[in-house]
């Protein structure tokens, strides 16, 4: 049996993310109706419009920090910045190849291979500047949910209604925002920044 995932939720959280391009938000979305339709009582689908790339976060929307986040993102915004431009700079467009459709306990979502990026900029960053205690450390892969669980409902459930759906796509990364995440999960965001890649 999968873990039960909370509702939509008001939150307060700085994001790192990539984009789709619509296209291949498009196959995502189609694979998210099919569960949707078949587990209506079960699945949460992602709104095509929110579906994202996960880089990292700066600060985490499910961790209580004790102290307002707002003040504490403005506190870390300009060293962590400075860094995450740094690692950029000259850096090519980033090829990603989505190839899977993971059923996890807490939700389903596409993984994609690249050449090392990912990684490489994720270890540069938390390695040039520290994380704020109870800040979760970047993914170890590269990720999209597609959707997640509203109740309780058997992971076999989920693999017999994707019927051996499978992915093969390509989508180049040519830059990452930082968002602002207002209703968990990145149901409601803003678009601080734009970091552009060469």
Excluded at 86 to 113: C, D, M, S, W, Y
Excluded at 129 to 154: A, N, W
């Amino acid at each position: 049996m999968t873990q039960m995932a909370a509702d939509p939720q008001p939150v307060i959280g700085y994001c790192v993310n990539a984009d789709f391009s619509p296209s291949n938000a498009q196959i995502l979305a189609a694979i998210i109706e099919k569960l949707h339709r078949h587990l209506p009582d079960a699945i949460w689908p992602m709104p095509t419009k929110t579906l994202h790339i996960t880089l990292f976060d700066w600060v985490a929307p499910l961790v209580d920090y004790g102290r307002n986040k707002d003040e504490l993102f403005q506190q870390l915004r300009a060293e962590y910045t400075a860094a995450f431009k740094n690692i950029l700079a000259g850096r090519q467009p980033i090829a990603l190849h989505f190839n899977e459709i993971k059923i996890t306990p807490g939700a389903v979502i596409a993984v994609a291979t690249d050449d090392g990026s990912f990684t490489d900029i994720r270890h540069q960053f938390t390695s040039s500047i520290k994380l704020t205690e109870g800040t979760k450390p970047p993914p170890q892969f590269i990720h999209s949910s597609l959707c997640r669980y509203m109740s309780q409902v058997d992971t076999y459930q989920v693999r017999d209604t994707l019927g051996g759906e499978s992915i093969s796509f390509d989508q180049i990364v040519t830059g990452f925002k930082l968002t602002k995440e207002l209703l968990a999960p990145m149901q409601k965001f803003e678009v601080l920044e734009t970091f552009e890649l060469s």
